[in-house]
């Protein structure tokens, strides 16, 4: 069992809640940091935090004050943060303020995406923009001076949920770009859980980067498959009186274009 203190940024997405979790089980001491203390974490209750030992401290990513302030109060040496859009400097400052805090191994949210185009470049050799803002994170940590652990997940399961039209899924009509274009439909959870399982290990003596990939990749043609199949299956369910139609459609009729 591990004795590290770890402080967890972003503890109210799924990746985050499972990193806490995680990090926890492997005996960890868990500090989340919040920008609102008082905002819920789903699936956690006041009574589950305080069985499991959890505290609260605000930090926001975006203000290295509130990181050097918050850092201390929970003694952590350990950090799991991730990437910010807005971050120009790919969160640089919140990365040594970290490190003058007192975090020795900082483990980041990062993205396949770095690793699959040759690994972090300057804005300006990076073409494709998450590779842009992962790849600028990861060079603040290495210049920061702290040593990090960058975990590459290729694609998140979830991703489904950013779609705009469902009706097209409940209709089993959805029009892809892509069909054939494979991809790994990661369980944020899953991700999580392996982040911190690195936070409650032996840190890096540098580096580390770990790609989250396989073993299985389905196309685009072939989850999206499975999405409306699982849909006729809810609504079925839902709705005794249209288990008639439900069962009428076919899901193996899901066309892409």
């Known amino acids: 069992m591990s004795s590290v203190k770890a402080i967890i940024f972003g503890a109210t997405g799924a990746v985050g809640r499972a990193a806490v979790l995680e990090a926890q089980s492997r005996g960890a001491q868990v500090t989340l940091a919040m920008r609102n203390t008082k905002k819920p974490i789903p699936g956690f209750t006041p009574e589950l935090e305080k069985k499991l030992s959890f505290t609260r401290v605000q930090a926001d990513l975006s203000d ?16 799991f943060s991730y990437i910010l859009f807005e971050a120009e400097d790919g ?4 990365h040594k303020a970290m490190k003058r805090a007192g975090i020795t191994h900082a483990v980041l949210l990062s993205s396949f995406c770095v690793a699959e185009n040759g690994g972090p470049k300057p804005s300006s050799e990076a073409a494709e923009i998450l590779n842009v803002v992962h790849g600028k994170a990861e060079l603040a ?13 290729a694609y998140f399961s979830s991703n489904i949920q950013m779609l705009e039209d469902w009706e097209e899924v409940k209709s089993g009509q959805l029009e892809l770009a892509h069909p054939d274009a494979p991809f790994d439909y990661l369980a944020p959870e899953d991700v999580g859980a392996l982040a911190d399982a690195r936070v409650a290990a032996t840190p890096p003596s540098r580096e580390l980067v770990i790609s989250q990939c396989g073993t299985e990749l389905l196309s685009q043609h072939a989850a999206w498959k499975v999405v409306s199949e699982v849909w006729v299956w809810i609504s079925a369910s839902r709705r005794p009186t249209a288990m008639s139609t439900a069962r009428n459609s076919d899901p193996g009729a899901f066309q892409s274009v």
């Open 64 to 79: 290295p004050k509130s990181v050097q302030r918050a850092v201390p109060e929970s003694g952590a040496t350990v950090g």
């Open 91 to 94: 969160l640089l400052e919140t």
């Open 141 to 153: 940590l290495a210049e920061g001076g702290l040593a990090y652990t960058a975990i590459h997940p």
